[in-house]
């Protein structure tokens, strides 16, 4: 993030996170300023582990299918002591397992 000090002559961008008139002249505080915002777009980095995850759900159909009859089976207890983080945890490992090769190829 930019700052922009405008002075409707002289224009001078400084550096920062703040919105303080210190940061770009603490001897003429009666500036006016207004934030910059530069193209991110450019500079942002995409992390591949979503989509990579996405790829590789079709192919971990059998986990998902024992967790949600897991889910389905115990949505009457009233006692909070049945789960299904077991069937939940295997349908992820396959998941993770899937997508590992596949994201490590691609770190520098």
């Not at 777009?41 to 995409?46: L, S």
């Not at 998902?64 to 207890?77: F, H």
Request: aromatic content about 12%; proline content about 6%.
């Amino acid at each position: 993030m930019n700052l922009e000090k405008t002075d409707f002559n002289k224009t001078t961008t400084c550096v920062g996170f703040l919105l303080l008139a210190s940061i770009c002249s603490p001897s003429q505080p009666d500036y006016s300023f207004r934030l910059i915002f530069s193209d991110m777009a450019e500079d942002e980095v995409v992390d591949p582990k979503k989509y990579l995850e996405e790829s590789c759900k079709p192919k971990c159909v059998k986990p998902l299918l024992e967790y949600q009859a897991c889910v389905k089976r115990i949505q009457g207890d009233e006692s909070g002591h049945k789960h299904c983080t077991g069937q939940y945890f295997d349908y992820w490992h396959c998941i993770d397992k899937c997508v590992a090769p596949k994201l490590f190829a691609k770190l520098k």
